[in-house]
Nanobody, 125 residues
């Protein structure tokens, strides 16, 4: 089993940057594909991006492509979400999630095995 804990959320001005971290428990972290999702108030959860087991492949939602970057450090059991040029509409709770398969259509639907509890990102205008 994998336990995930997000951190790094907070208040940032529009156009600013923030780096989220996700710490994973367990000795098999490198066996998991990691994804980031977000849920804005009153809206459904949406896919942000995903990174493969080794980190050599990433995939992003069109809305964040070019502004957000996902990376991972398997030696530290960590995955990161670097967010730049943030917009007020990106205010949301951001979640990391883990799954053993890198099937993008499945990941985009949020069909992940394990989830963190989320960290709140607030972007002021």
């Amino acid at each position: 089993q994998v336990q995930l804990v997000e951190s790094g959320g907070g208040l940032v001005q529009a156009g600013g940057s923030l780096r989220l971290s996700c710490a994973a428990s367990g000795r098999t972290f490198s066996s998991y594909v990691m994804g980031w999702f977000r849920q804005a108030p009153g809206k459904e959860r949406e896919f942000v991006g995903a990174i493969s087991w080794s980190g050599d492949t990433t995939y992003y939602a069109d809305s964040v492509k070019g502004r957000f970057t996902i990376s991972r450090d398997n030696a530290k059991n960590m995955v990161y979400l670097e967010m730049n040029s943030l917009k007020p509409e990106e205010t949301a709770v951001y979640y990391c999630a883990a799954d053993r398969t890198f099937i993008i259509p499945t990941i985009k639907k949020g069909l992940m095995d394990y989830w963190g509890k989320g960290t709140l990102v607030s972007v002021s205008s």
